[in-house]
T-cell receptor, first 114, second 107 residues
Framework: EAQVTQNPRYLITVTGKKLTVTCSQN?????MSWYRQDPGLGLRQIYY???????DKGDVPEGYKVSRKEKRNFPLILESPSPNQTSLYFC?????????????FGPGTRLTVL | KNEVEQSPQNLTAQEGEFITINCSYS?????LHWLQQHPGGGIVSLFM???GKKKHGRLIATINIQEKHSSLHITASHPRDSAVYIC?????????FGTGTSLTVIP
């Protein structure tokens, strides 16, 4: 089944404890992206990747890192999480970069930083 | 600041009603997307538009590039259409999103 998977789905952690949220797609998509969703602010793009080893900042990259060593995986790294990073995170992918294709979204990861 | 504005924020309709959700944007874009977020949180892409009109079943999306405006219409609405509908635009390789329209369709 074609899909985007994220792990973990739920995570509660404490300030400063490094964490990684994994994202994987099985559709050989070139474009992958991370978003956070907050009440009243909607979805905002954190980082995106046009292809392997090509990543770029979105609208809200501060406090996050990403890597794209393989086409299928695009992990989101929070090296020193803070409470303002408590949010619902979505990974998404598309076969080609925008504007030529629609995105497939992962199920979301709900992160709470205490 | 938000390049993408949606209206209304909340919408309640009776089953069978014709529904319109609007999206306005302030800058030149390469494409516009309509997304549906289910009550469980999952997000699905409904349409990608760069001009004109697209139709899938009871859903119709239109875009007017000159006026920087798009509409999503739902004909013969049904309770299963209850969801949050999100407008997004592409500026280059990036996405910018509206804050969503929460639709509730009452049987």
């Amino acid at each position: 089944e074609a899909q985007v998977t994220q792990n973990p789905r739920y995570l509660i952690t404490v300030t400063g404890k490094k964490l990684t949220v994994t994202c994987s797609q099985n559709m050989n998509h070139e474009y992958m992206s991370w978003y956070r969703q907050d009440p009243g602010l909607g979805l905002r793009q954190i980082y995106y990747s046009m292809n392997v080893e090509v990543t770029d900042k979105g609208d809200v990259p501060e406090g996050y890192k990403v890597s794209r060593k393989e086409k299928r995986n695009f992990p989101l790294i929070l090296e020193s999480p803070s409470p303002n990073q408590t949010s619902l995170y979505f990974c998404a992918s598309s076969l080609y970069p925008p504007p030529t294709d629609t995105q497939y979204f992962g199920p979301g990861t709900r992160l709470t930083v205490l | 600041k938000n390049e993408v504005e949606q209206s209304p924020q909340n919408l309640t309709a009776q089953e069978g009603e014709f529904i319109t959700i609007n999206c306005s944007y302030s800058v030149g874009i390469s494409a516009l997307h309509w997304l549906q977020q289910h009550p469980g949180g999952g997000i699905v892409s409904l349409f990608m538009l760069s001009s004109g009109k697209k139709k899938h079943g009871r859903l119709i999306a239109t875009i007017n590039i000159q006026e920087k405006h798009s509409s999503l219409h739902i004909t013969a609405s049904h309770p299963r259409d209850s969801a949050v509908y999100i407008c997004a635009v592409n500026l280059g390789n990036q996405f910018y999103f509206g804050t969503g329209t929460s639709l509730t369709v009452i049987p």
